[in-house]
């Protein structure tokens, strides 16, 4: 049985740092993403990476901000998040699959992710 189990959310002032983490069982990660979900909004794409290639994707708003990181002894998987923003505060999900379709495609459309964490709420205020 698959699992991943989310920590590392909470509240933090504008211009901080949080870092969220993915711990997964039942399933070796070979790509995973983090996804968010602000209230009355659609879950987006944040970052996603793929282990066999390489390649990552950082959402615009996000880019030189997170970091997208694993540590496979571990089975786990991180979001460093800095300077961060109140338009950042989201539910934050990671999520991994079997059906590898492309880091870019797949984070932006959530194709091929299939497992997904409980969620963490991140709140960026003052």
């Known amino acids: 049985q698959v699992q991943l189990v989310e920590s590392g959310g909470g509240l933090v002032q504008p211009g901080g740092s949080l870092t969220s983490s993915c711990a997964a069982s039942g399933f070796t990660l070979v790509y995973h993403g983090w996804f968010r979900q602000a209230s009355g909004k659609e879950r987006a794409g944040v970052s996603c990476?793929?282990?066999?290639?390489?390649?990552?994707y950082y959402a615009d708003s996000v880019k030189g901000r997170f970091t997208i990181s694993r540590d496979n002894s571990k089975n786990t998987v991180y979001l460093q998040m800095n300077s961060l923003k109140p338009e950042d505060t989201a539910v934050y999900y990671c999520a991994t699959g079997r059906r590898y379709t492309g880091t870019y495609y797949g984070c932006t459309t959530g194709s091929g992710y299939d497992y997904w964490g409980q969620g963490t709420q991140v709140t960026v205020s003052s």
């Open positions: 990476i793929s282990s066999s290639t390489g390649s990552t």
